[in-house]
């Protein structure tokens, strides 16, 4: 099936299957292997990707549904001169990652979670995050890179 779609900011067109998974094509068909697949089972939140602004786990997501959507993936979050977004930053900043198999999903997850509470709090951010999981930290560092990275975006929306 071809399907049509915005993929970091350029429109595609690509031959799918029906049973592909969104995951697999930005992986295998698009190089963009950002996107990590750590449990096939929609539990690690390792493969998240925006669809239409919103976070979805890409491992569970069929291709076939975008037709006409706008996908990002961590690679697209940067702005197109390369500059980190604000989250991606913070995480940088405040050492929100160990061996980073597990980051570029929480940071997809961290940008839609704050674009619905901008001022959040520790607990909030918890909460936020709980369908990602990191093997390696124990997400002291991963609150307050979500925190800064909150703050980031508050301030660059102002300015």
Request: proline share 5%.
């Given at each position: 099936m071809l399907i049509r779609f915005v993929l970091n900011r350029k429109p595609v067109s690509i031959d799918v299957e029906p049973f592909d998974l969104l995951a697999d094509?930005?992986?295998?068909?698009?190089?963009?292997?950002?996107?990590?697949?750590?449990?096939?089972t929609s539990q690690c939140g390792a493969c998240v990707v925006h669809v239409d602004g919103r976070s979805i786990k890409s491992c569970s997501t069929l291709a076939v549904t975008l037709e006409g959507a706008t996908v990002t993936t961590i690679e697209?979050?940067?702005?197109?001169?390369?500059?980190?977004?604000?989250?991606?930053?913070?995480?940088?900043?405040?050492?929100?990652?160990?061996?980073?198999?597990?980051?570029?999903?929480?940071?997809?997850?961290?940008?839609?979670?704050?674009s619905t509470h901008p001022d959040p709090t520790p607990a909030e951010v918890c909460t936020g995050i709980e369908g990602n999981f990191c093997r390696c930290t124990g997400y002291q560092n991963i609150v307050k890179s979500v925190m800064a990275g909150a703050a980031a975006m508050q301030s660059a929306q102002k300015g």
């Open positions: 094509v930005v992986r295998e068909k698009f190089g963009l292997t950002g996107t990590h697949i750590g449990c096939d697209g979050l940067a702005s197109p001169a390369g500059k980190l977004h604000p989250m991606q930053q913070a995480f940088h900043d405040q050492h929100g990652l160990q061996c980073g198999f597990c980051t570029p999903g929480m940071v997809m997850s961290a940008v839609d979670f704050v």
